[in-house]
């Protein structure tokens, strides 16, 4: 374990990672390998999202052991995630140590997110509120932005330029320019970026016949396709002193214009965007102790047209228009070591979230204070980490978490863990304060957060060529927030959930090929008991199945690869009447470096032009391509 002092999003932890032993900061806030890490972690670098060439975070993450991804058409299109199997509202997202997402929702909108502008995705699966406080039931993803690269250390005077232009399937054109530079003590990278295709109509036609009876898709029929344009920018830039203190600063802008079925009671075109910012500030006052202050702010905006009129002036009724969340954050991290291998991390996290909206919410603001503890230490083939935190919100109280893991090393690299947490969800602004609609009351401020218990059990070992883990775990959920069509969807803590699950991964290097796979098997079901119509069915969107593999090898300049990916059935809804049936997709990718400094990509997506839904009668993409030309000189 690594015993010096230092932060949540120390650039050196982030640009200091091997194939062999990627350095994290999500799992504890502080940097350490992911042999250490005592949870499930998945790292994805740079280098893996040049290899697999995705074209949007979802396709990224689609797969991975535990994340389960819907979307409700093609891209751009509103997107949800289900991190071993709880709520789309229980996985907590960072951007650069800032906490993102709509505070109506409830979630953030990955979708939005280009995946030109990443340069690395930490996946920490298993409660973490005892670290971050709400929301982190399933876990937390923190997304990386990209960092300033040097030439070889040696002066900002020679800025490096880097260059991405991808055309494809559905009238697809994007590109992306950067300029990045440092040296020993300073990094910066500026970059822009845009997106637009023409799309495909995302929900299927039959879907408003099929509302009649189920409430299918987007209760329209729409032929037209849905086109998406985005535009993005981010910007980084930091300073290290000889003496260790160093000021780093994170920017990151995208804006989207998204077009889907509607109508003029739901509009049929929205203007979304996503804001955020942050600046970190660190130092040493002694060997031992490290303070890292941080402060941030995120914004997710969404104004919604029909037409391209101004849905609120299109429908006077509505009571929607525009939603504008605001998170405003700083923390103050205390890192101490203690001794060799003991570390004591304290701190306060301070939140703000506000609501700007065309809809009369009954209240637009609230805050939350964190105080947190953990201690991590390493005792011969032992390791301990224990975490405790308080959170006191100013609207539903106090609040407190904590969690428990321990890891033994064994001989030959195999390592056993087990862990124990605790966490919470705290309700939406819309289950709190959503205003009565036609005098009926439509949200609860009398709502409790959703309280969790997990436990986990995990082997992995890497040997030689191979590498492979095993992780079994169970969530607990009470005071599940459920819209009950009895009390016309008044949102109550009236229900239960219990999800087991057990994922399993397996790689290697096989004579140049690079093999990874991963293997999801889970039963996220509805605990709610006797007096619960679904009790025993599966939560929605759910599989309870999934797997994934991944294989690339380079020949010279040339690379080649595939991903195989498949999911079992699930349903659409809480009463398991809309089946969602099983799939599995297949694609293929090649790459050449023609010069040192140029590559060329290519990517047959769903080569096998495979139908299927991740939501109810809505359309995924078919058999697409997609053709990259990039441009990134050498560092030296």
């Given at each position: 374990?690594?015993?010096?002092?230092?932060?949540?999003?120390?650039?050196?932890?982030?640009?200091?990672?091997?194939?062999?032993?990627?350095?994290?900061?999500?799992?504890?806030?502080?940097?350490?390998?992911?042999?250490?890490?005592?949870?499930?972690?998945?790292?994805?670098?740079?280098?893996?999202?040049?290899?697999?060439?995705?074209?949007?975070?979802?396709?990224?993450?689609?797969?991975?052991?535990?994340?389960?991804?819907?979307?409700?058409?093609?891209?751009?299109?509103?997107?949800?995630?289900?991190?071993?199997?709880?709520?789309?509202?229980?996985?907590?997202?960072?951007?650069?140590?800032?906490?993102?997402?709509?505070?109506?929702?409830?979630f953030?909108?990955?979708?939005?997110?280009?995946?030109?502008?990443i340069?690395?995705?930490?996946?920490?699966?298993?409660?973490?509120?005892?670290?971050?406080?709400?929301?982190?039931?399933?876990?937390?993803?923190?997304?990386?932005?990209?960092?300033?690269?040097?030439?070889?250390?040696?002066?900002?005077?020679?800025?490096?330029?880097?260059?991405?232009?991808?055309?494809?399937?559905?009238?697809?054109?994007?590109?992306?320019?950067?300029?990045?530079?440092?040296?020993?003590?300073?990094?910066?990278?500026?970059?822009?970026?845009?997106?637009?295709?023409?799309?495909f109509?995302?929900?299927?036609?039959?879907?408003?016949?099929?509302?009649?009876?189920n409430?299918?898709?987007?209760?329209?029929?729409?032929?037209?396709?849905?086109?998406?344009?985005?535009?993005?920018g981010?910007?980084?830039?930091?300073?290290?002193?000889?003496?260790?203190?160093?000021?780093?600063?994170?920017?990151?802008?995208?804006?989207?214009?998204?077009?889907?079925?509607?109508?003029?009671?739901?509009?049929?075109?929205?203007?979304?965007?996503q804001?955020?910012?942050?600046?970190?500030?660190?130092?040493?006052?002694?060997?031992?102790?490290?303070?890292?202050?941080?402060?941030?702010?995120?914004?997710?905006?969404?104004?919604?047209?029909?037409?391209?009129?101004?849905?609120?002036?299109?429908?006077?009724?509505?009571?929607?228009?525009?939603y504008?969340?605001?998170?405003?954050?700083?923390?103050?991290?205390?890192?101490?070591?203690?001794?060799?291998?003991?570390l004591?991390?304290?701190?306060?996290?301070?939140?703000?979230?506000?609501?700007?909206?065309?809809?009369?919410?009954?209240?637009?603001?609230?805050?939350?204070?964190?105080?947190?503890?953990?201690?991590?230490?390493?005792?011969?083939?032992?390791?301990?980490?224990?975490?405790?935190?308080?959170?006191?919100?100013?609207?539903?109280?106090?609040?407190?978490?904590?969690?428990?893991?321990?890891?033994?090393?064994?001989?030959?690299?195999?390592?056993?863990?087990?862990?124990?947490?605790?966490?919470?969800?705290?309700?939406?602004?819309?289950?709190?304060?959503?205003?009565?609609?036609?005098?009926?009351?439509?949200?609860?401020?009398?709502?409790?957060?959703?309280?969790?218990?997990?436990g986990?059990?995990?082997?992995?070992?890497?040997?030689?060529?191979?590498?492979?883990?095993?992780?079994?775990?169970?969530?607990?959920?009470?005071?599940?927030?459920?819209?009950?069509?009895?009390?016309?969807?008044?949102?109550?803590?009236?229900?239960?959930?219990?999800?087991r699950?057990?994922?399993?991964?397996?790689?290697?290097?096989?004579?140049?090929?690079?093999?990874?796979?991963?293997?999801?098997?889970?039963?996220?079901?509805?605990?709610?008991?006797?007096?619960?119509?679904?009790?025993?069915?599966?939560?929605?969107?759910?599989?309870?199945r999934?797997?994934?593999?991944?294989?690339?090898?380079?020949?010279?300049?040339?690379?080649?690869?595939?991903?195989?990916?498949?999911?079992?059935?699930?349903?659409?809804?809480?009463?398991?009447?809309?089946?969602?049936?099983?799939?599995s997709?297949?694609?293929?990718?090649?790459?050449?470096?023609?010069?040192a400094?140029?590559?060329?990509?290519?990517?047959?997506?769903?080569?096998?032009?495979?139908?299927?839904?991740?939501?109810?009668?809505?359309?995924?993409?078919?058999?697409?391509?997609?053709?990259?030309?990039?441009?990134?000189p050498?560092?030296?």
């Amino acid at each position: 374990m690594a015993a010096h002092a230092t932060d949540q999003n120390d650039t050196t932890a982030q640009n200091d990672t091997t194939a062999f032993d990627p350095v994290i900061v999500t799992a504890t806030r502080t940097p350490i390998t992911v042999e250490d890490a005592l949870s499930s972690v998945t790292v994805i670098t740079r280098a893996d999202i040049e290899r697999l060439q995705p074209v949007s975070v979802i396709d990224l993450l689609t797969g991975l052991p535990g994340v389960n991804l819907v979307q409700s058409g093609g891209l751009g299109q509103e997107s949800t995630l289900f991190l071993r199997g709880t709520n789309s509202t229980h996985t907590l997202v960072l951007i650069d140590g800032v906490r993102i997402g709509s505070v109506t929702a409830g979630f953030a909108s990955l979708e939005q997110i280009p995946v030109e502008q990443i340069e690395r995705i930490e996946i920490v699966r298993g409660p973490r509120s005892s670290l971050y406080g709400a929301d982190a039931i399933g876990g937390v993803i923190q997304i990386f932005t990209r960092h300033g690269q040097t030439d070889g250390g040696q002066t900002l005077s020679n800025p490096l330029p880097s260059l991405s232009m991808t055309a494809g399937s559905n009238g697809l054109f994007g590109s992306e320019a950067g300029l990045s530079g440092g040296d020993q003590h300073a990094w910066y990278n500026v970059s822009l970026g845009g997106e637009y295709t023409s799309g495909f109509p995302g929900c299927k036609f039959g879907a408003a016949e099929a509302n009649g009876g189920n409430g299918a898709g987007c209760f329209v029929d729409d032929s037209r396709d849905d086109a998406y344009r985005n535009w993005n920018g981010a910007a980084n830039a930091g300073y290290r002193w000889d003496n260790g203190t160093e000021l780093a600063f994170t920017w990151l802008r995208s804006k989207n214009d998204v077009e889907y079925a509607g109508s003029p009671y739901g509009g049929n075109d929205a203007v979304n965007e996503q804001r955020v910012a942050g600046v970190r500030l660190s130092f040493t006052p002694l060997n031992i102790w490290k303070v890292t202050l941080n402060a941030g702010q995120s914004k997710d905006l969404a104004t919604t047209y029909y037409q391209g009129t101004y849905y609120g002036s299109y429908y006077p009724l509505a009571q929607t228009g525009y939603y504008n969340s605001q998170r405003n954050q700083f923390s103050w991290q205390n890192d101490i070591a203690l001794a060799s291998n003991q570390l004591l991390t304290i701190g306060v996290d301070y939140q703000q979230e506000h609501l700007d909206s065309s809809t009369g919410y009954l209240a637009d603001d609230r805050n939350d204070t964190g105080t947190y503890a953990q201690y991590q230490g390493t005792f011969g083939r032992n390791e301990v980490q224990l975490s405790a935190r308080h959170d006191d919100n100013s609207q539903y109280g106090g609040h407190d978490t904590g969690a428990l893991a321990w890891g033994y090393n064994f001989d030959h690299d195999l390592r056993l863990m087990a862990s124990y947490g605790t966490a919470f969800h705290a309700p939406t602004f819309n289950d709190l304060y959503y205003p009565p609609y036609g005098g009926i009351p439509s949200a609860n401020p009398n709502l409790k957060p959703e309280k969790s218990r997990s436990g986990e059990l995990g082997l992995s070992q890497k040997l030689g060529i191979w590498n492979w883990a095993l992780n079994a775990y169970q969530t607990d959920i009470d005071d599940l927030i459920l819209l009950d069509p009895s009390q016309n969807y008044v949102p109550f803590n009236v229900s239960k959930a219990r999800i087991r699950g057990l994922e399993g991964q397996l790689g290697a290097n096989l004579d140049g090929w690079q093999v990874q796979g991963y293997l999801t098997l889970q039963q996220p079901k509805d605990d709610g008991g006797a007096g619960d119509a679904n009790n025993g069915n599966l939560l929605p969107r759910r599989p309870e199945r999934t797997a994934r593999i991944d294989i690339d090898r380079r020949f010279g300049d040339f690379g080649v690869g595939t991903t195989w990916y498949a999911a079992g059935k699930s349903y659409d809804d809480a009463a398991n009447q809309n089946r969602l049936g099983g799939y599995s997709t297949l694609a293929l990718r090649a790459s050449w470096h023609f010069t040192a400094d140029w590559q060329v990509e290519a990517k047959l997506a769903n080569a096998f032009d495979k139908e299927y839904e991740t939501a109810y009668y809505f359309n995924q993409p078919g058999r697409t391509w997609y053709l990259t030309l990039r441009y990134s000189p050498s560092t030296h």
